[in-house]
């Protein structure tokens, strides 16, 4: 197919060369032109419109704000290829997928939501769980786009925002896991117990699961090296309160995991990876 990407971050820089080596033709466009550039076999663009013109959009760019700058306000919809199907990979607000779908809807293309589950180590190896939710016949027409990036694609029902929802859900689930094992720690720290050895323990039986046996380790060793860091951690948490909120749900643990992460940033611990907010409550 011909596809293009846009936004070359972490991310984005780790899927695009298994789209290259499953045979598919992608172009990229990205707002540092030099990391598009970096990328083997692909033609960099010069605009977010120019990639409309594809079969097929993959974007995966940080927040809210760039979504909307780079897709919405720069007017890319207008021109762009009927048979496009705009696949949005990126963690956004429930808010901003409904008007992406409308948006969409009137300029005539496809929108398909693809939020995926793994760091960017998981993306190299194509190894990502993709959480997909739209129309039927759009996302079986890009199924083998999301085959060459990820290991299985969960299909999710017919609204985007669908998708969403279990993607803030998960990471939210996440962050509530590795802050439970940044307290337990701190327990068991105080009565002569390791973590390194509380963690191996619960962390290969009554919580023997890829996210805890990572964060685990990390919490375990007091490394924080960064694969998905803590400003974009803080921004998922605050989307699940946030979509908490507009059902008038209360999720009183988020709000302490928002709470430890917001230290965490005051105390410039922002390049680290999004479990260092595990620490926090290891200082009290």
Avoid at 187 to 206: C, F, I, P
Wanted: charged share 15%; with cysteine; glycine share 8%.
């Amino acid at each position: 197919m011909k596809v293009s990407f846009i936004g070359i971050g972490a991310m984005g820089a780790a899927m695009v060369p298994n789209l290259v080596r499953a045979g598919h033709n992608v172009s990229v466009w990205n707002r540092n032109r030099a990391a598009a550039e970096a990328i083997e076999g692909v033609t960099v663009l010069d605009t977010p419109a120019e990639a409309f013109q594809a079969d097929a959009v993959m974007t995966m760019l940080a927040n809210d704000d760039a979504v909307r700058g780079v897709i919405l306000d720069s007017g890319a919809l207008a021109g762009a290829n009927k048979n496009c199907v705009h696949i949005m990979m990126a963690t956004i607000s429930l808010g901003l997928v409904d008007e992406l779908a409308a948006r969409h809807r009137e300029a005539g293309i496809g929108y398909v939501s693809a939020p995926v589950f793994g760091v960017p180590a998981a993306a190299a190896g194509a190894q990502l769980n993709v959480l997909a939710a739209g129309d039927p016949q759009a996302i079986a027409t890009v199924q083998p786009l999301l085959d060459a990036v990820g290991r299985q694609t969960w299909r999710l029902g017919d609204d985007p925002k669908r998708a969403n929802v279990v993607k803030i859900s998960g990471n939210m689930m996440i962050a509530q896991a590795f802050t439970a094992m940044g307290e337990a720690a701190y327990l068991s720290e105080s009565y002569g117990v390791s973590a390194a050895d509380l963690l191996n323990v619960l962390t290969n039986t009554l919580f023997a699961a890829p996210s805890y046996q990572r964060y685990g380790g990390f919490i375990a060793t007091n490394t924080f090296e960064p694969g998905f860091k803590l400003p974009l951690g803080l921004k998922d948490v605050n989307l699940a309160l946030s979509a908490a909120l507009a059902r008038g749900a209360v999720l009183p643990v988020a709000e302490q995991v928002r709470e430890n992460m917001q230290q965490a940033m005051a105390q410039g611990l922002e390049d680290r990876d999004w479990s260092v907010a595990a620490t926090i409550r290891r200082q009290r």
